[in-house]
């Protein structure tokens, strides 16, 4: 699956116990928590380097999550 947007820095789920700040792709179709397959779910420096970039991502979708197994900037 591919899916193309802004990379972005947002709070996630505000009021609730799930309530953090999150790298976020940012689609038409929606946003989604980004990770990266294999990275640290909680820190991963790779996806700081990628907040405020336009990409490319192909990975899967699990919810709310976009799950990237490789990426290209646009």
């Known amino acids: 699956m591919q899916r193309t947007g802004q990379v972005i820095r947002k709070q996630f789920a505000p009021g609730s116990k799930s309530e953090h700040p999150a790298v976020m792709l940012q689609t038409p179709d929606g ?5 990266i397959q294999g990275g640290n ?6 996806l700081e380097g990628l907040v405020g970039k336009r990409i ?3 990975g899967e979708v ?13």
């Open 56 to 58: 490319v991502a192909r």
């Open 31 to 35: 946003e989604y928590v980004l990770r």
């Open 62 to 74: 699990h919810g709310y999550t976009f799950l990237m197994k490789d990426w290209t900037e646009q």
């Open 41 to 46: 779910p909680f820190h991963d420096p790779r």
